[in-house]
């Protein structure tokens, strides 16, 4: 949530951490909350009320800092925490329900100096809104339903976000690749899938989805349609400012090598994989971006239709025959090569000043 609100204000994206000092026995009772920089916030109400002991509060906000501590190290490793002094912060949850954890936030970024401290979050109960407001410079809560029961109601979506994905949103993105699906497949392609995954991993972001709509299977050659949609894709992935880079599959490569013609000072690099790009036709010599054809071994007649295709390219271009594979690259160790090779070409080619 945080990253779309970073992307969509062109701001930067860090992270800080608060974590829920639960009652035992009853974890989901929050009797407090710390955060990043030792600050420690109490609900003095459930403090009061149940009688809540240091004897009993310090041993779990003991626990909950060593995880805290851990948590900053993985995200973050050896980058240090932003300065925000003098600076507006924004300060994104997924909800709030006693508020404790922000109210824990706002307290340990306020020693920071900051210049004004926002809160934003998409629901939230009225009273912890009205508790929250004096103690911040703006608060943004897009529904404050009542009864409110939970925060995790309010979302159809609720699965606990992992450190790896926590890490990965935090990268400095260093390139976008948008993915043409070919013949047979969609956005759902579990190959194509398993391209990005890996390209993810290596910092590159990456745009999944279908080409072709239900009922139009028998327009899976249609080039100049792939391509328009692809192009669409395209330019608004372009529009994100990062280095830019397209992968495509059977007919989808075709696409994309169509796209990478007509977006010559966007494209950077293009990646096939078992893909047709002698189908692009007449947009084979004016494509400019390096170009990286992957092949089964064992995909001999497409093997010869891509040898074909780089004949008439005038684009640095490899070929690259996978030993063993067939056309899907279902064999042992075929896909996971695949996105090697694919990670290999985009990596340098997507940098900053990259050919």
């Not at 609100?5 to 930067?12: I, M």
């Not at 994309?256 to 000072?265: F, G, I, N, S, Y």
Request: hydrophobic content about 45%; aromatic content about 4%; some cysteine.
């Amino acid at each position: 949530m945080a990253r779309e609100v970073a992307e969509a204000l062109g701001a930067p994206l860090d992270v800080f951490l608060v974590r829920k000092l639960g009652l035992p026995g009853q974890e989901e009772l929050a009797m407090g909350a710390i955060a990043s920089g030792g600050a420690r916030v109490l609900n003095d109400e459930l403090v009061t009320t149940l009688g809540l002991t240091e004897e009993l509060i310090e041993p779990v906000a003991a626990r909950e800092r060593v995880e805290l501590e851990r948590r900053e190290r993985a995200y973050r490793g050896d980058r240090p925490a932003p300065d925000v002094a003098g600076r507006t912060v924004i300060l994104v949850d997924d909800g709030l329900a006693t508020g404790s954890s922000i109210r824990a936030a706002v307290a340990a970024l306020r020693r920071r100096g900051p210049a004004r401290i926002v809160v934003a979050v998409p629901t939230a109960p009225r009273q912890t809104c009205q508790e929250l407001r004096p103690l911040v410079d703006d608060l943004v809560v897009l529904q404050t339903p009542q009864p409110f029961y939970a925060v995790g109601v309010w979302y159809e979506d609720f699965s606990e976000v992992s450190d790896a994905d926590v890490r990965r949103l935090l990268d400095r993105r260093r390139g976008i690749v948008v993915f043409a699906h070919g013949s047979g497949s969609g956005g759902q392609s579990p190959r194509s899938r398993a391209v990005a995954a890996v390209l993810e991993e290596a910092g590159l972001e990456t745009v999944l989805f279908d080409l072709l709509e239900a009922g139009e299977e028998d327009r899976r050659f249609d080039i100049r349609l792939l391509a328009d949609r692809l192009l669409e894709a395209t330019d608004r992935a372009a529009a994100r400012g990062l280095p830019l880079g397209l992968f495509g599959a059977s007919t989808g490569a075709a696409a994309a090598l169509t796209v990478a013609a007509e977006r010559p000072d966007e494209v950077r690099a293009v990646v096939s994989r078992g893909g047709r790009p002698d189908l692009a036709g007449e947009a084979l010599p004016l494509v400019r971006a390096p170009t990286l054809l992957i092949v089964g071994g064992r995909d001999e007649q497409v093997v010869q239709l891509n040898r074909q295709a780089m004949e008439r390219m005038q684009a640095p271009v490899e070929l690259e025959i996978v030993p063993g594979a067939t056309h899907l690259f279902e064999e042992p160790g075929a896909l996971e090569r695949v996105a090697e090779l694919a990670r290999l070409w985009f990596e340098p080619h997507l940098a900053e000043g990259g050919a």
